[in-house]
């Protein structure tokens, strides 16, 4: 079934919705959740280690969907820990990185490990919070696994906002960087155990050139390394596999994985990663999200402009660096409308908080009033984790959309306190 057709299946689900828990309301379509899980999975099959990365959407109830699905779960503080494990995964298949752990998170990490239950590795971020973990791990008499977080200094091909991978960026060591932090955190013999390169390039990669440039300078400094180091066996590989708008055309996982054998075997056979893994977010959850809200105000502002009762306090990805997400209507005139349908007649698209930045675009729209439904696409990553309560405005529900077609509310709306 194409995205188009799946818009059209599921415009009476979302209308259901609004009616039964208002709007604005995030809906998550279990069906789009499965086929994006099954997607990965065929690109990167057993053994590769497949991670969820929480910060996508960090949902307890979306986590624990695809954690059953068999996927670990990435974090990179301890609340996003927390929501994994109340999703039902188990230390043992959770990661822990991020350029922010503070003391604290690297103190838990520890006690997990100093009681028997740690977690699958923590990535090092630089010599500094190297030392500092080691000088933990010391006090508490423990060991536990780390991987090294490569900055690989390359273009990736997507967004300033998203080139993480790019040299100038905060995330990461640099390669010469790299034998210092080993040296900080006590070298071969101290408490942490090195197991190998964490890599992560961007978001929203249009091209695998730059990822897979990323990809050869980690398995080479790998092998490098990894001969003074016992153990070092761990490739990870990262996210940031596109999900593309209505007519883009970008690479699927698949094509990424596709370069992978001849990297790895231009690495000599005894200095070659025993242990691959891989860790999305957006490319698993960001198409089953929709953004279900409601028309407040249709305008004539020398064109045609419709403010909605949802904006960047749900999504605020369109006035943060300027994202774009399609937008279909549920209803017209107050009768239903094919969410697949589409019109010449260009609307002036806008949230309902006080800040002239709200705005999420111009769409195709049918004539709209005051009370029609509109759908957001693609407001599955970044939606949820992203929304705050500004303007006083309480947090949506979250319902998901089950295979059956049955809904099911995974969490209540935020409170307005006394007023109800």
């Given at each position: 079934m194409t995205e188009k057709d799946r818009r059209t299946d599921i415009a009476p689900a979302l209308r259901t919705a609004a009616g039964r828990f208002g709007t604005p309301l995030y809906v998550?379509?279990?069906?789009?959740?499965?086929?994006?899980?099954?997607?990965?999975?065929?690109?990167?099959?057993?053994p590769w280690i497949r991670q969820y990365s929480v910060k996508a959407n960090d949902v307890a109830a979306i986590v624990a969907r695809l954690g059953s699905a068999g996927l670990g779960a990435n974090v990179v503080s301890r609340g996003e820990w927390s929501v994994a494990r109340r999703a039902g995964i188990a230390n043992a298949r959770i990661t822990l990185e991020g350029v922010g752990k503070t003391d604290a998170d690297l103190r838990a990490a520890v006690r997990a490990a100093a009681i028997g239950d740690p977690l699958r590795w923590v990535a090092i971020e630089s010599a500094g919070e190297a030392a500092t973990l080691a000088e933990i791990a010391r006090r508490a008499r423990t060991s536990l696994d780390v991987l090294l977080r490569l900055n690989p200094a390359v273009e990736p091909e997507t967004q300033p906002g998203l080139a993480v991978g790019a040299g100038s960026s905060k995330f990461g060591l640099a390669d010469d960087e790299l034998a210092g932090a080993i040296e900080a955190g006590g070298g071969a013999d101290g408490p942490l155990r090195w197991r190998g390169i964490h890599l992560h390039v961007g978001s929203q990669l249009g091209a695998v050139d730059a990822w897979r440039d990323a990809v050869r300078r980690a398995l080479a400094l790998g092998a490098l390394l990894g001969g003074g180091l016992p153990g070092f066996d761990?490739?990870?590989?990262?996210?940031?596999?596109?999900?593309?708008?209505?007519?883009?055309?970008?690479?699927?996982?698949?094509?990424?994985?596709?370069?992978?054998?001849?990297?790895?075997?231009?690495?000599?056979a005894d200095r070659r990663p025993s242990r691959l893994a891989v860790e999305p977010g957006r490319f698993l959850v960001a198409r089953a999200g929709w953004l279900v809200a409601r028309v407040l105000h249709v305008r004539d502002r020398g064109g045609r402009m419709a403010v909605l009762d949802a904006g960047m306090t749900e999504l605020i990805r369109p006035a943060l660096y300027g994202a774009r997400h399609a937008i279909v209507a549920l209803t017209s005139l107050g009768r239903p409308a094919n969410a697949a349908a589409a019109t010449d007649d260009q609307v002036d698209v806008h949230g309902p908080i006080c800040e002239s930045t709200d705005e999420l675009g111009w769409h195709a729209l049918p004539p709209l009033r005051r009370g029609d439904l509109v759908a957001v696409g693609h407001a599955g990553a970044y939606g949820a984790s992203l929304a705050s309560t500004y303007n006083g405005r309480p947090r949506p529900p979250q319902v998901i959309l089950e295979t059956d077609g049955r809904l099911t509310l995974a969490r209540r709306r935020g409170s307005t306190g006394s007023l109800g």
């Amino acid at each position: 079934m194409t995205e188009k057709d799946r818009r059209t299946d599921i415009a009476p689900a979302l209308r259901t919705a609004a009616g039964r828990f208002g709007t604005p309301l995030y809906v998550t379509d279990a069906t789009a959740l499965h086929d994006a899980v099954e997607e990965l999975r065929a690109a990167f099959p057993d053994p590769w280690i497949r991670q969820y990365s929480v910060k996508a959407n960090d949902v307890a109830a979306i986590v624990a969907r695809l954690g059953s699905a068999g996927l670990g779960a990435n974090v990179v503080s301890r609340g996003e820990w927390s929501v994994a494990r109340r999703a039902g995964i188990a230390n043992a298949r959770i990661t822990l990185e991020g350029v922010g752990k503070t003391d604290a998170d690297l103190r838990a990490a520890v006690r997990a490990a100093a009681i028997g239950d740690p977690l699958r590795w923590v990535a090092i971020e630089s010599a500094g919070e190297a030392a500092t973990l080691a000088e933990i791990a010391r006090r508490a008499r423990t060991s536990l696994d780390v991987l090294l977080r490569l900055n690989p200094a390359v273009e990736p091909e997507t967004q300033p906002g998203l080139a993480v991978g790019a040299g100038s960026s905060k995330f990461g060591l640099a390669d010469d960087e790299l034998a210092g932090a080993i040296e900080a955190g006590g070298g071969a013999d101290g408490p942490l155990r090195w197991r190998g390169i964490h890599l992560h390039v961007g978001s929203q990669l249009g091209a695998v050139d730059a990822w897979r440039d990323a990809v050869r300078r980690a398995l080479a400094l790998g092998a490098l390394l990894g001969g003074g180091l016992p153990g070092f066996d761990t490739l990870d590989i990262g996210g940031g596999f596109p999900v593309p708008g209505a007519g883009d055309v970008a690479p699927r996982p698949e094509r990424f994985a596709r370069e992978l054998p001849a990297l790895l075997e231009a690495v000599p056979a005894d200095r070659r990663p025993s242990r691959l893994a891989v860790e999305p977010g957006r490319f698993l959850v960001a198409r089953a999200g929709w953004l279900v809200a409601r028309v407040l105000h249709v305008r004539d502002r020398g064109g045609r402009m419709a403010v909605l009762d949802a904006g960047m306090t749900e999504l605020i990805r369109p006035a943060l660096y300027g994202a774009r997400h399609a937008i279909v209507a549920l209803t017209s005139l107050g009768r239903p409308a094919n969410a697949a349908a589409a019109t010449d007649d260009q609307v002036d698209v806008h949230g309902p908080i006080c800040e002239s930045t709200d705005e999420l675009g111009w769409h195709a729209l049918p004539p709209l009033r005051r009370g029609d439904l509109v759908a957001v696409g693609h407001a599955g990553a970044y939606g949820a984790s992203l929304a705050s309560t500004y303007n006083g405005r309480p947090r949506p529900p979250q319902v998901i959309l089950e295979t059956d077609g049955r809904l099911t509310l995974a969490r209540r709306r935020g409170s307005t306190g006394s007023l109800g």
